[in-house]
């Protein structure tokens, strides 16, 4: 089950903005980002941060991208770490990274076998094309829209010739932001981000939408992708 799509308790919209703390070069967006999620770090994790609480459908696709990419993965936004450690027990070299250190300390609490790290989507910290494959699963959501073309720039440049790319998103029939529980989300045309993966310098190899019974108008998609 996509992580989204559960709701948390009612949130206080006040205690993400409050909460914000403002550093030097960092876009304003990513302190809103942390604080939110860094505020329902716990009540996330155990709510949406278990391999039970995802879709069976989701799980298969990702197994399979992840063993097939045939070298290391970046879990480049990866919350409370449950995807990047399915990826580990598979015997996949992951490393899970995330904006948020509340979600790094708990991910390597839970999950020490595993490396996590504290970075952000638009400076992975990994050498160029040194990735087999990159999942981004969930994680492009909160980016306003101008800023993602950079982020998928910032994806590319770490992934090696022959990796391979997945993004899992919420699909609509217009771009449209939306009251995501945690904070602010964008849903996406398919073909609209597709067109910005393949402007990155990517090919988009499949694309899948799964209805969303809670959401009809919200559907669930994926995107796989390679460079050319
Ligand atoms: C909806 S959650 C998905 C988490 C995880 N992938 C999952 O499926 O449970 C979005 C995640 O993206 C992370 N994120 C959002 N913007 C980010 C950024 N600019 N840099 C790094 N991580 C970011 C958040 O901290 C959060 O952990």
Known sequence: MPCCLVPLAPHDPETSTADVVECDDVPSTDDVV??????????????????SAMD???RRLISEWAVGCGGPIVDAGCGPGHWTNLLTELG???????????????????????????????DLGVPDGSAAGILAWYSLIHLEPDRVPTILQELRRCLRGDGSLVVGFFASER?????????????????????????????????HVRPNPRRPDRQHGVLVAGRP
Not at 34 to 51: F, H, N, P, Q, V
Not at 186 to 196: F, G
């Open 175 to 207: 771009l449209e932001p939306f009251p995501h529980t945690v904070t602010t989300a964008y849903s996406w045309p398919v073909d609209e981000l597709t067109q910005l993966v393949e402007n990155a310098g990517f090919v988009v190899r499949d694309a």
């Open 92 to 122: 996949v070299a992951v490393e899970g990274v995330d904006l948020v250190p509340a979600f790094i300390e708990l991910a390597k609490a839970r999950f020490p076998a595993t490396s996590y790290r504290v970075a952000r989507l638009d």
């Open 34 to 51: 942390r604080a939110a999620y860094s505020s329902r770090a716990d009540e996330y994790t155990a709510k949406l941060g278990s391999m």
């Open 56 to 58: 069976p459908v989701d």
